[in-house]
C-alpha cells in the first residue's frame, strides 16, 4: 500500500511530545490530521510544524469527551492509525481532581477506542508512562518489571489505559502498542517547537532552563540523601526527538504487521540514569551560565531511580535514541532563550 495515502489521526498533537511526532511522521511519509483541544497547547505550534517540514498538517479542534463529535470525526476521515497523546499529565493536580484526571484520560480513551471499533481503524498507539513501574526493584527497568499500585490518578489512568486497551484487542480486530516514556526533554533542533510549560514548571528541565533565563530566582533540588551515586535522584532523560521517532517505529511495525501480540508494551528510554546533580552539571556545560540552585527536602512521590533497560525496544522497534542529555540540554536551552526573545 502506499504510504503517502495512509492517514495518521495524531490526538494532542500540538503537544510536546505530538508536535515533534508530528513532525517525524510528516517526514517519514505519512498524512497527519490532528486533534486538539488547545486545553494544554498552543494553536502556533501548527506553523512550527508547518516551518519544519513544510507541511500544514489537517487540523480539528475537538475535544475527545464529545463523543458525538468523535464519532463524526470518525465518518468523516480515513483513518489508517490513531496515535493517542491528547491526556492531562499534571501529577499534582490529578491528586486535587482526579474525576478530572478519570474523565480526561479514561472516559476520552473509551470513546476513541469504541468509534475506531465502529469505523474498523485498528492500529493504536498509546503514550504510557513508566510512572507504572513506581519504585522497580530492579535496575534497569524492564517491560517485565512488576506494575506497582499508582502513586497519584494520573499514573492510575496510564495503567487503567493499558488495561482497557489490551482488553479490548483481545476480542476484537484492534492492535496496540504501549510505549512507556522515560522522561523527555529538549527541544526540535530547528527550535520552531519545543515544551510550553503552562505557569509555574512542575518537570526538572524547564525549571532549569527558566532559572538560568531568569524568569526563577533558583532551583530546588529534591533531596540530596537518596542512595544514588551523589544522593539526588536519577532518572533517565530522553530527548523528544528521539522519543518522537519511537513513536513512528512502533506504527511501522503495526501497519507492517510485525508485531508479535496484538498488544505490545515497550520502555521508551536511553538506558542511561542521569542525577539532578549531573543534570545541572551538564546544562553549566552545554549553556555557558551558572544556575543558582539549593538542595530541600524530597518531594513526596518521588522515587529514587528509574531507568530503562532498552535492549527489547532497540531489538523489535529496530530503533535507538541518537542524541544524549548534552544534546537534549543544549536544545532545551536554544528553546528558553528563543521563548525569552518573543
Ligand atoms: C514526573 C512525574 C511523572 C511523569 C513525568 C513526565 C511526578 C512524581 N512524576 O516524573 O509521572 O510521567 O514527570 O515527565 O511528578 N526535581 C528537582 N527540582 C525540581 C523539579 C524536579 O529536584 O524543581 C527532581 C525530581 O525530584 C526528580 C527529577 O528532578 O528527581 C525529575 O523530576 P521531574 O522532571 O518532575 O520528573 P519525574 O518526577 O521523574
Not at 490532528?34 to 497547547?41: C, E, G, K, R, V
Not at 542525577?275 to 540552585?293: A, D, R, W
Request: hydrophobic share 40%; aromatic share 8%.
Amino acid at each position: 500500500m502506499n504510504k503517502e495515502k495512509q492517514k495518521i489521526l495524531i490526538t494532542g498533537g500540538l503537544g510536546f511530545i505530538g508536535s515533534h511526532t508530528v513532525v517525524e511522521l510528516q517526514i517519514a511519509g505519512y498524512e497527519v490530521i490532528i486533534i486538539d483541544d488547545l486545553s494544554n497547547s498552543k494553536i502556533e505550534v501548527l506553523d512550527g510544524i508547518t516551518s519544519i517540514t513544510g507541511i500544514k498538517p489537517e487540523y480539528v479542534n475537538l475535544d475527545l469527551k464529545e463523543k458525538d463529535k468523535v464519532a463524526n470525526f470518525f465518518e468523516n476521515h480515513k483513518i489508517k492509525g490513531v496515535i493517542h497523546f491528547a491526556a492531562s499529565k499534571a501529577v499534582g493536580e490529578s491528586v486535587e481532581q482526579p474525576l478530572k484526571y478519570y474523565e480526561n484520560n479514561i472516559t476520552t480513551l473509551v470513546y476513541l477506542l469504541m468509534e475506531m471499533e465502529k469505523n474498523k481503524v485498528n492500529n493504536f498507539i498509546f503514550s504510557s508512562s513508566c510512572t507504572i513501574y513506581g519504585q522497580a526493584d530492579e535496575l534497569p527497568i524492564t517491560e517485565k518489571a512488576p506494575i506497582k499500585i499508582a502513586e497519584s490518578p494520573y499514573g492510575n489512568t496510564k495503567q487503567i489505559g493499558e488495561e482497557i486497551i489490551k482488553d479490548t484487542s483481545k476480542i476484537s480486530d484492534l492492535q496496540a502498542i504501549a510505549l512507556r516514556y522515560f522522561n523527555p526533554v529538549g527541544a526540535h533542533d530547528s527550535i520552531k517547537i519545543g515544551e510550553l510549560p503552562i505557569g509555574v514548571p512542575q518537570n526538572l528541565i524547564p525549571f532549569v532552563t527558566q532559572t538560568a533565563a531568569g524568569i526563577r530566582k533558583e532551583l530546588s533540588v529534591f533531596g540530596d540523601d537518596y542512595p544514588t551515586k551523589d544522593g539526588t535522584a536519577v532518572r533517565d532523560y530522553i530527548h523528544v526527538v528521539d522519543l518522537a521517532k519511537a513513536h513512528i517505529a512502533a506504527l511501522q511495525r503495526l501497519i507492517s504487521g510485525k508485531n508479535k501480540e496484538k498488544m505490545e508494551f515497550f520502555n521508551v528510554g536511553t538506558g542511561t540514569g542521569s542525577s539532578v546533580l549531573e543534570v545541572i552539571q551538564t546544562f553549566e556545560k552545554v549553556s555557558g551560565k551558572h544556575l543558582n540552585y539549593k538542595i530541600v527536602g524530597r518531594r513526596e512521590g518521588d522515587i529514587t531511580s528509574a531507568y530503562a533497560d532498552t535492549s527489547f525496544a532497540n531489538k523489535e522497534l529496530n530503533w535507538k535514541t541518537k542524541l544524549g542529555l548534552e544534546e537534549a540540554l543544549a536544545s532545551a536551552w536554544k528553546w528558553q532563550l528563543k521563548q525569552l526573545k518573543q
